[in-house]
């Protein structure tokens, strides 16, 4: 009568232990799995009695079973064990009360890796529940996943069911009163574990209110249903919270609910929830829910939860899905919005006002490109899309605006690569009475005012290098770093005797396809873009370019063949450009007339004469510094991706076979 009772199982265990009995219930086959659970929750004179009356039919889940069912049943342990193992993590479990659970993960899968091994064609022999034994008959397929179209019946049938429940599946709105995020800095190093926050006093303390429910919506990011108990991850905008839903406390307000949970929520659904905050008894802080609202039925399925969307292809293709899988494209994304921002600010800040200028050209200008081509019906004109923006915003200086700038989206009709794409964003700006001297400084500004606004230093990553952004930055001429490369030989732009020495030079230094270029400043730029462009790890100003590589710049005014123009480079790439701006019209219509000269002669990316900018030039612009920056390439840069796409968010892609 006064025989010791078996200890009670720990409170920190029940949902596991719950999580465990329902996956035997769900793989059972007779009886033996519900037996097995009762070993497991008896003690250990219990576990002899039962597994002996049971003639060696049960198996604890880390046991593996020798019969033809071996392999579901060790793949269904190691399912189990995983879930219950994310669970714990879910619930803040410590590393060291962790690694015995992942020990036995891994022991499990050894077993089945064993059997892959054994697996070598022979004829085996099992035992059968009677003690007798057979050839092992061939395993049974495992039943296939359901298709998506099939997953999709499925959850439209769901929203029938709502609707004809009275439910609305997809809401007009949702009040809520706080983001993840906002909750996880307010209640950050407080309430201990177990405990609640029953008048939510701690999520209002900052509005001037005692209290009152607190109300989150987001999207379902993955659910688990223990009986009469829910944990949901729920993902908006700013992060993920845990929500805890439990039958008796949904049941308060509305008896159906807890059970309409169950049945119509599937990860990626929208939903609100109403509750109380409290942390967990594993430390992970939750909305205890009041009630649910279901506000946008999701028709498809997630990504699959352990393989995500990883395919390249894919995520660009299907770029709202990479934005719900994967945080970090978000945090990207975000960045850019404040990289733009910060760049319109420090513009505004200084002065320059932001005009829009046309999208459609009737003769491509302002950059070595070739341009895509349209047509305009009403007006019967061949057009192109623009491949620059500078021939409008000079005109804007010429009419009297000193300060001018756009950002916006260009077009060139070129290759596509890691670095490239057709369509990219870049800002231009124009600024009067100021030279390239200034366009650099200014530069320096810009670029180290967007980098405070994302970056937690001055000091950033970008793949395996590590670059400073502290000012000043290098500022070399293309001669002297070409010098660096090719010492033993001296380019002289005025000496057209010594194109063929260059070439020669170039050619042993291993440049290639120089045979075709025409003049000494050709072959000096084709060495610095082979030899010394890709070194440009750190923040570079080049400076002083030859003047045939640069149509819209003004003469150098203290070396001969060469122009007043730089480019900033990092990471091996052209990030920035600018010019002192030519304003003399007479040089600047002969430029155009060579530029013209090679387009006639089959060049695509060289450009025509624009005799409506040389009418605007020849009424006389005032000495005027230029500066255009690749957005897409600065955004690359300070977000540490490695493609120019994966900062587009809609890259152009071929149809999906």
Known sequence: MNKKQPPLIPTSKRVIMTSFLLSLVHSSRRNTPLLAATAFLSPPSARTTIARSTLGRIRLYSEA?????????????????????????????????????????????????????????????????????????????????????????????????????????????????????????????????????????????????????????????????????????????????????????????????????????????????????RRTDKGELTLYAKEWTMLTKSALPLPDKFHGLTDISKRYRNRHLDLIVNPSVRDTFYKRAKITSSLRRQLDERGFLEIETPVLHTQPGGAEAKPFETYHNTMDMELTLRIATELHLKRLIIGGFPRVYE???????????????????????????????????????????????VCESMTIPYGE???????????????????????????????????????????????????????????LNACFEELCEPKLIQPTFVIDYPVEVSPLSKPHRSKPGMVERFELFATGRE???????????????????????????????????????????EQGMPPTGGLGIGIDRLVMLLTNSPSIRDVIAFPLLKPDA
């Open 465 to 523: 290098h590590t670059i400073s952004l502290e000012r000043p930055w290098r500022r070399v001429t293309m001669h002297d770093i070409v010098k660096e490369e090719i010492p033993d030989f001296e380019f002289d732009l005025l000496d057209p005797s010594t194109l063929e020495a260059a070439k020669a030079a170039a050619t042993r230094a291993g440049v290639p396809d120089v045979k075709k270029l025409t003049t000494v400043g050709y072959v």
């Open 575 to 617: 990030m920035a450009n600018s010019f002192s701006e030519l304003t003399d019209p007479v040089d600047q219509r002969e430029r155009f007339e060579a530029q013209a000269a090679k387009k006639a002669a089959g060049d695509e990316e060289a450009c025509g004469v624009d005799e409506e900018f040389l009418m605007a030039l």
């Open 407 to 453: 950002l916006g989206r260009i077009f060139r009709n070129e290759g596509i690569s890691t670095r490239h794409n057709p369509e990219f964003t870049s800002v231009e700006l124009y600024q009067a009475y100021a030279d390239y001297h200034d366009m650099m400084d200014l530069t320096e500004e810009l670029v180290c005012g967007m980098a405070s606004e």
């Open 65 to 277: 079973p020798a019969s033809a069912d071996r392999r579901t049943a060790l793949e269904q342990s190691i399912a189990t064990k995983g879930d219950e193992i994310r669970l714990l993590k879910e619930n803040g479990i410590k590393k060291e009360d962790l690694a015995p659970h992942v020990a036995q993960l891994l022991d499990l899968k050894s077993q089945l890796a064993g059997l892959d091994d054994s697996s070598d064609g022979n004829t085996k022999q099992s035992n059968n529940h009677d003690g007798s034994t057979e050839k092992e008959q061939k395993q049974t397929p495992e039943k296939e996943e359901p298709s998506v179209n099939e997953l999709r019946a499925s959850r439209l049938a769901k929203v029938s069911a709502m609707r004809e429940a009275g439910v609305q599946p997809y809401a007009y709105r949702y009040e809520c009163t706080h983001t993840a995020a906002q909750l996880m800095a307010l209640y950050e190093d407080k309430l201990a574990e177990g405990e609640e926050d029953a008048e939510n006093s701690i999520a209002f303390s900052q509005r001037g209110v005692q209290g009152g429910d607190v109300s989150v919506a987001g999207r379902i990011m993955a659910r688990r249903v223990f009986g009469k108990l829910a944990f949901y991850a729920l993902q908006d905008e700013t992060g993920v919270i845990q929500l805890q839903f439990d039958k008796k406390r949904l049941g308060e307000r509305d008896g159906e609910s807890f059970k309409n949970l169950k049945a119509w929520t599937d990860t990626g659904d929208i939903i609100g929830a109403t509750g109380t905050i």
